[in-house]
Antibody, heavy 121, light 107 residues
């Protein structure tokens, strides 16, 4: 059974960096043909794709945010870390991580519950 | 970026109705299109991937179709639990994009 869970601060100040961790179980990021992605959703708004890392360390970023994002595998084999620099109030959102199938049509088939991050001084 | 345009943005329907939501890509994405259902306060749930393949456990009243740039999600015989927001997503390019969502409300 695949599960994912996001963790990190619930409140960050403007200009600070945000670091979120996705801790997962039920699959291995080193096993091949899988990835973990990050998606966010401001309150009442649409989903926004942020970044993705594959088993082979291939990394993808949203073009509009790539200068602020870094995605890495965590020190634990079952973690992926997303860092976003220079946070602004418009970055207030629920942040989700999700399991990505590389084969087939590259869908996100399992999602974490999400974590709400508020950016405010 | 590939832009995904979803319509309508909101829709009112009754239990038992059939509804169709459309998603248009700004360029061809083959069949790299997924549909998700999201209820308030919950994570999105995968319904359909590859434009038309039903995710395991999803009721057969959900039907996806299309390829290239034009896609549809049809829900037949609406059930009370189907009232939610629906998003399309393309995964063809090196960066994914989502549609802006369609909120399906009870009439």
């Amino acid at each position: 059974q695949i599960t994912l869970k996001e963790s990190g601060p619930t409140l960050v100040k403007p200009t600070q960096a945000l670091t979120l961790t996705c801790t997962f179980s039920g699959f291995s990021l080193s096993a091949g043909e899988v990835g973990v992605g990050w998606i966010r959703q401001p309150p009442g708004k649409a989903l926004e794709w942020l970044a993705l890392i594959y088993w082979d360390d291939d990394k993808r970023y949203s073009p509009s945010l790539k200068n602020r994002l870094t995605i890495t595998k965590g020190t634990s084999k079952n973690q992926v870390v997303l860092t976003m620099t220079n946070m602004d109030p418009v970055d207030t959102a629920t942040y989700y991580c999700a399991h990505r199938l590389y084969s087939g049509f590259h869908t996100f088939d399992y999602w974490g519950q999400g974590t709400l991050v508020t950016v405010s001084s | 970026d590939i832009q995904m345009t979803q319509s309508p943005s909101s829709l009112s329907a009754s239990v038992g109705d059939r509804v169709t939501i459309t998603c248009r890509a700004s360029q061809s994405i083959s069949r790299f299109l997924s549909w998700y259902q999201q209820k308030p306060g919950k994570a999105p749930k995968l319904l359909i991937y590859g434009a038309s393949t039903l995710q395991s456990g999803v009721p057969s009243r959900f039907l996806g179709s299309g390829s290239g740039t034009d896609f549809t999600l049809t829900i037949s015989g609406l059930q009370p639990e189907d009232f939610a927001t629906y998003f399309c997503q393309q995964s063809y390019s090196t960066s994914d994009t989502f549609g802006q969502g369609t909120k399906l409300e009870i009439k």
